[in-house]
T-cell receptor, first 116, second 110 residues
């Protein structure tokens, strides 16, 4: 069964450094998302991406964050200057958005980001 | 009021028991509803979409009450492997984002 994949599984970085989290969505999916989950808290939406542009973003997704689909398979989340509070699990998701299953989003295994 | 509200639990039930989880949502414009399952430090996995007519998938039954803005999940004949956190998830209007509840933890014991 097709799956969303993410790399790396764990990223440790120093405060102020840039990180890039990578995702390969399910191949026939058209919508891509990033969510994050701080330890012990709920899953929070960051951004959605469709047709090579951001379709929606949350208040969390400020100027320090950016997303890109550099080729036909990868979808990346960049954090320009990491802060301690960016430490979280970051999940990539994708959806097919067909008429029969318009909203079902499938999540990757996540990247655990630790900012020191 | 929280957008999606769930009882955090934990619910401790013996194997074979029937257990029900409830969830309320605040935005009456919400259109799509889901139950996801999340194991400790893992990704949310889609358990089932929730349709207005209610739907069943094996031991799992989901119900939606739009008038009361209430969603439920019933698990029959609980298995040890059902132990997880169950996330109530809502999509509102034309927004593409999913809004998650904090989850209800289920522990099934021998």
């Amino acid at each position: 069964e097709p799956e969303v994949t993410q790399t790396p599984s764990h990223q440790v970085t120093q405060m102020g450094q840039e990180v890039i989290l990578r995702c390969v969505p399910i191949s026939n999916h058209l919508y891509f998302y990033w969510y994050r989950q701080i330890l012990g808290q709920k899953v929070e939406f960051l951004v959605s991406f469709y047709n090579n542009e951001i379709s929606e973003k949350s208040e969390i997704f400020d100027d320090q964050f950016s997303v890109e689909r550099p080729d036909g398979s990868n979808f990346t989340l960049k954090i320009r200057s990491t802060k301690l509070e960016d430490s979280a699990m970051y999940f990539c998701a994708s959806s097919e958005a067909t008429t029969s299953r318009p909203d079902e989003q499938f999540f990757g295994p996540g990247t655990r980001l630790t900012v020191l | 009021r929280k957008e999606v509200e769930q009882d955090p639990g934990p619910f401790n039930v013996p194997e074979g028991a029937t257990v029900a989880f409830n969830c309320t949502y605040s935005n009456s414009a919400s259109q799509s509803f889901f139950w996801y399952r999340q194991d400790c430090r893992k990704e949310p996995k889609l358990l089932m979409s929730v349709y207005s007519s209610g739907n069943e998938d094996g031991r799992f039954t989901a119900q939606l009450n739009r008038a009361s803005q209430y969603i439920s999940l019933l698990i029959r004949d609980s298995k040890l492997s059902d132990s997880a956190t169950y996330l109530c998830v809502v999509k509102t209007g034309t927004a593409s984002k999913l809004t998650f509840g904090t989850g209800t933890r289920l522990q099934v014991t021998l």
